[in-house]
């Protein structure tokens, strides 16, 4: 029985397998086995394959967002006619940026990785069109696995929706990505998990667990052939949370459902997409709503601009330095010149990250959006 036969079967017996206390045990292995074999799955066949057009796209600018979403329903891209059906990701991506990708009325027009940049708040954001997936895509169909692996190393996964398919497309695409270790909107399970040499399995949790139990966890190692290790939970976590801590590689990654053709269906329907979490509504055909999909996408991204100053000079708006969230004056130095650190004596802040502008700072410093940054040297 290969591999996909396996997963099948597991699929199935967790399907009929009514969840209560007694089958609780029962489950978690599944769930174990399962997700031992997607990621045997997912692993590159060792026999050497022939030579082929290159997939992955080099990483550039800012920072990186993947497009994904189903083959097109009608990808077109500002054409000459009245356009009949209008496209999701191929459209989006033409309309963004100057880059123009495919698009027609059949499936798989884009058949590799299509690269555009927006330029936003004086941050270069590169968009990547990945071909469309197909239900499946997760055990290889189509060009699945290349289009998820290229998902993982994104920053934020825009996923296109059709908004007159209702909720389909959404949950079929959260499945395979679900499936190949992608989270999305979720944080890291706190869970502190060591496997160690001797000593059997140490487990302890400073909250009362409700789907967990001691049994469950040795069970889970137990498949995984792990018998001596450290778990300590820390928060309440269910026993696919605790599979996803052992294997190790999964990627939490924020996403943005973006509804598109809002204009073909009723002002109840957008209302109702509209006030769902994580979701924006545009229309590409009409061109709405695509400047508070942008705002989105930046409050996503966590990207912050910093602008220089020489001394007894003005400040330079032109270019911007781009950080993310959180970053502190030794990231802005390092960002100008590896050295410039070592030769740091303080750093003159304006902005709203100080008390009274300007303020001398050290190294330490966290900077906002926006700030204007002169740095001394020794």
Known sequence: MGILEKISEIEKEIAR?????????????????????????????????????????????????????FPSVGKVIRPPWPPKVLGLQSTFLSLMTSTASEAASYEFTTLTCIPGVIEYKGANIQLL????????????????????????????????????????????????????????????????????????????????????????????????????????????????????????????????????????????????????PNSVVISCGMKLNLDYLLEMLWEYLALTCIYTKKRGQRPDFTDAIILRKGASVEHVCHRIHRSLASQFKYALVWGTSTKYSPQRVGLTHTMEHEDVIQIVKK
């Open 17 to 69: 397998t009514q969840k209560n206390k007694a089958t609780e045990y029962h489950l978690g292995l599944l769930k174990a086995k399962l997700a031992k074999y997607r990621a045997q799955l997912l692993e590159p066949s060792k026999s050497a394959s022939s030579k082929g057009e290159g997939f992955d796209v080099m990483k550039s600018g800012d920072a990186r967002v993947a497009l994904i979403g």
């Open 129 to 276: 069109d990945l071909p469309g997936i197909i239900e499946g895509a997760a055990q290889g169909k189509g060009r699945g696995r290349q289009v998820i692996a290229v998902a993982r190393t994104a920053d934020v996964i825009i996923m296109m929706l059709d908004a007159t398919k209702g909720e389909v497309q959404r949950s079929l695409l959260e499945k395979e990505l679900e499936s190949v270790g992608i989270r999305l909107n979720k944080h890291k399970p706190n869970i502190y998990f060591k496997p160690k040499k001797g000593g059997g399995i140490s487990f302890n949790s400073t909250v009362t667990l409700t789907q967990c139990s001691e049994k469950l966890v040795q069970l889970i190692l137990h498949e995984y052939k792990i018998f001596n290790a450290e778990v300590l939970f820390r928060e309440d976590c269910s026993p696919d949370e605790f599979i996803d801590v052992i294997v190790g590689n999964r990627v939490y990654m924020p996403c943005l459902y973006v509804y598109n053709k809002i204009d073909q269906i009723s002002m109840e329907e957008v209302d109702r997409l509209a006030r769902k």
